[in-house]
């Protein structure tokens, strides 16, 4: 696909499952808060929400099944050679649950985002939320960084942080982040693509100033 400097900046979009973030993602662009078009979304399981929201909103969407290559290597080399079919400016894991390849991720550095459900470096991995809980952490949130090799440790950019109650649940501190993510999500994907956000040798950068080590604090922002 040719490149057309005159065009908005292009998104692909990798889920695995309801792509609630998707959602939140759509919903900015389509409210005139994110200039850039989503080009595509690709999942690596079938019958997912997410998928059903790309076709609501006419996004061209692809399922690329894992199971059906031999290893990972050879399964991110057709996911790479797919997203370049697009030449996005912005690739962006909305709950895309695989590991990936270190040339996969060094292939898009600079140039793909992730969102994490705690307040990086706390709680890398799964089940944050019960794992904040049983920490007896009194907050907790959630982390946009820029996707490196090491998982979940790429360069934060913002955060949002929501107070974790006496009588919490896993569930009730769930929807609280969630919540936060469908702000925090489309405000770093509107950064990048204005081309206030960027990733240098040093750090990431907000309008040319280094962010500070741990992110941006965004809890208090209410408007994109």
Known sequence: ????HSRSPSIVVLISGSGSNLQAIIDGIEANAIPATISAVISNKSNVKGLARATAHGIPSHVLDHTQHTDREHYDLALQALIDEYSPDL???AGFMRIL?????EHYAGKMLNIHPSLLPKFKGLHTHQRAIEANEAEHGCSVHFVTPELDGGPIIGQRKVTISEHETEDSLASKVQKEEHFLYPLCTRLFVE???????????LDGTPITEGGLDLTDMDDL
């Open 195 to 205: 081309g206030r956000l960027s990733l240098t040798d040093t750090g990431p950068c």
């Open 1 to 4: 696909m040719p490149s057309d």
């Open 91 to 93: 690739v962006i894991l």
């Open 101 to 105: 390849t270190s040339s996969f991720v």
